[in-house]
């Protein structure tokens, strides 16, 4: 039974590991931080896991069990904050191997979310990743006019960022 | 579509991330044992309990000096309240703690593990003023009983006695003062570090 539950788990999680990794590429800066968090999501998720009861998708429900361990649960170790910076550049580096103006674009784009705080930076993976004011709020637990005016300054702040 | 817009299309089309977990990796990974904050503050609190219970036991450990204080009855009837003020609480610190799930609203959870520290917070503030209320009563009891004020007089005769008995509860009350001042720092820097990120956090989230 448990075994059966495990299957099913860690093959619903591979199909739909995009999602955290995005998350934990948002959070963290160096690949030691990134495969931390990620197996803390995993841990929280399969912990919550007897409890999902398939009325919202898997990959919704993934997706706010990896921001709620990123922002209330994760704790950073001093190593992996010490190492950060030399590992941040090393992931650029790492990344660029791709199609360059693509991967360019991306990295940018990580660049400049890092720099935003953890609940600007929740709103602003579940908007790039085209979730409604509704789901947003939902997600979050904050009603959907407070999301609203939040999402506005996260937009203008991520611009800024951009310098778009 | 605004400038911000145009970021969505290169969001959704970005490359699978370079690091790619298969299915025994993960299940490897759920074997793994949490490094959370909410983990962290499950032992310190455990931690907490423990100390405090400790404390009362060293804290009843001269009971024929209590006994010969007449404190004996006074303090079997708090040590009685105490314990179940301490199981009281013991019982709603795990239930708070139970209710912790990571798929809560993210308001949700962190209200929830808030709510498990601020259990623990009273716990330690009851405990803290039970140690303070237990010494003045304690000492009150030293300090006119006729043993105390006997040993006062034989060892300093020509001293004015009120003048001694103020300093001697001065001097008790600074070092109540400095114990409870100590223990209230370190709790503090404990969760301090511990929970800054999260509050900081939680303010944002409720800031309109």
Sequence with gaps: MVKDLEQRFTEDLEKNQNIIHKVCRAYTTSDDAHKDLFQEITIQLWRAYP???GDAKFSTWTYRVALNTAISLYRKSKRLIATSEINDHLNELEFKEYDTTKEEQIDSLYHAIRQLSDIEKALCLLYLDDKSYKEIAETLGITEVNARVKMNR??????????? | MTQIDKFKDIWKNQEADTIKYSSDDIQKMIHKKSSSIVKWLFYISLMEFCFWILISFALDADWNHIKSLGLYNFISVLNVI???IIITFIYFF??????ISASSTTQKLMEDILKTRKTVYFYVLYNVTMLVFGFAVILYYIFTSEDFINKLE?????SDLSMSLTIAVIISVVIILVVVGILLLFYR???GILLKRLITNYKELLKN
């Design chain 2, 94 to 99: 795990y239930k708070n703690y139970k209710n």
């Design chain 2, 154 to 158: 034989t060892t300093r005769p020509d």
């Design chain 2, 82 to 84: 105490n314990y179940i």
């Design chain 1, 51 to 53: 409890n999902f009861r």
């Design chain 1, 154 to 164: 996260t937009k203008l702040k991520l611009k800024e960022l951009l310098n778009v």
């Design chain 2, 189 to 191: 820097l404990i969760y």
